[in-house]
Nanobody
Framework: QVQLVESGGGLVQAGGSLRLSCAAS????????MGWFRQAPGKELEFVGV???????YYLDSVKGRFTITRGNAKNTVYLQMNSLKPEDTAAYYC??????????????????WGRGTQVTVSS
């Protein structure tokens, strides 16, 4: 199994920036893709973005151009740089990992390891 721990959440004003980090431990050699999801109060879990392979990525439409996912050199860390934050970005943010290679684009339902989340609150 893989253990994931998020950090970097907090309170920020609209228009500000935050950088979330996620550190993986355990059987990290098996990780093929890492991504971020979020859940606002009273809403369903929402896919934010994913990175896999050499440097493939895609994002939720509403965060494109504002959020960027990168992986650390050791490939067992993933970051979510969030710029131009909006109140509607307020949510608990969860890191997720998918183990083992599969061909093609990684789909949100393929993730099999999850962190416990970090809260991001954007004030207006």
């Amino acid at each position: 199994q893989v253990q994931l721990v998020e950090s970097g959440g907090g309170l920020v004003q609209a228009g500000g920036s935050l950088r979330l980090s996620c550190a993986a431990s355990g059987r990290t050699f098996s990780i093929y893709a890492m991504g971020w999801f979020r859940q606002a109060p009273g809403k369903e879990l929402e896919f934010v973005g994913v990175t896999w392979g050499s440097d493939s990525r895609y994002y939720l439409d509403s965060v494109k151009g504002r959020f960027t996912i990168t992986r650390g050199n050791a490939k067992n860390t993933v970051y979510l740089q969030m710029n131009s934050l909006k109140p509607e970005d307020t949510a608990a943010y969860y890191c997720a990992a998918k183990r083992y290679y599969t061909a093609g684009t990684i789909l949100p339902n393929e993730f099999d390891n999850w962190g416990r989340g970090t809260q991001v609150t954007v004030s207006s």
